[in-house]
């Protein structure tokens, strides 16, 4: 096997783990007005048999953003968002079960944004999130 050959597999696969790490958390698109990202309530619902159920988590995505946010449903009115970012050196997270991981240097995070295992050591963005009855507004400034 060539060297070539060697990183393609590898890059392959790493892009594989990326996939999984977030394999089973729905990715919505976000609206934005300006520095408001709008998230309709229903993006956390499921409905089989025509029983509904909720989402613990979304990913919001929107072509303007650099980053993702992670929006976690705590209950039908409290709703905590989070800035996919690591606060270490930047880099994009990723869901991990019930924490955010970062791959470039393995820091964890909590569903609160706080360091669980560095080397980050500081939190990462927490947005101010307000609801009504069918719209998460996430306040990005």
Do not use: W
């Amino acid at each position: 096997m060539n060297r070539q050959h060697f990183l393609t597999l590898i890059g392959a696969g790493c892009a594989g783990l990326v996939l999984g790490a977030c394999s089973g958390v729905r990715a919505v698109t976000g609206i934005l007005a300006g520095k408001v990202l709008e998230v309709p309530t229903s993006a956390f619902e499921s409905t089989s048999s025509g029983v509904t159920t909720y989402e613990q988590m979304v990913i919001v995505h929107h072509d303007e953003l650099r980053y993702y946010v992670c929006v976690i449903r705590r209950s039908a009115t409290d709703y905590t968002a989070l800035l996919m970012r690591c606060s270490h050196q930047g880099a994009s997270l990723q869901v991990a079960g019930d924490r955010l991981h970062c791959p470039a240097h393995g820091s964890e995070f909590g569903l609160d944004g706080a360091v669980l295992h560095g080397p980050a050591t500081t939190a990462i963005t927490q947005f101010p999130v307000s609801v009504d009855r069918s719209t998460i507004r996430i306040q990005l400034s």
